[in-house]
């Protein structure tokens, strides 16, 4: 799917990837690619902020 998308959100819109699921899944409603952008969106910032929180942790405790 990478190859025939410039952008891995538009995975969603792929084709084969509507017919996979379909196949899967039968009625299966896809998410746009709006909302698998937000998604990941907040993933990557919690994920920073944890990141952040822990070698704050470190930090504090190992003195690095």
Not at 19 to 30: A, C, F, Y
């Amino acid at each position: 799917m990478c190859t025939k998308n410039a952008c891995p959100i538009n995975s969603v819109l792929d084709k084969d990837y509507k017919l996979e699921v379909e196949m899967l899944r039968p009625g299966t409603k896809l998410l746009s690619p709006m909302t698998v952008q937000w998604d990941l969106f907040y993933i990557y910032e919690q994920a920073s902020i944890a990141v952040k929180n822990y070698f704050w942790y470190v930090n504090l405790h190992y003195k690095i």
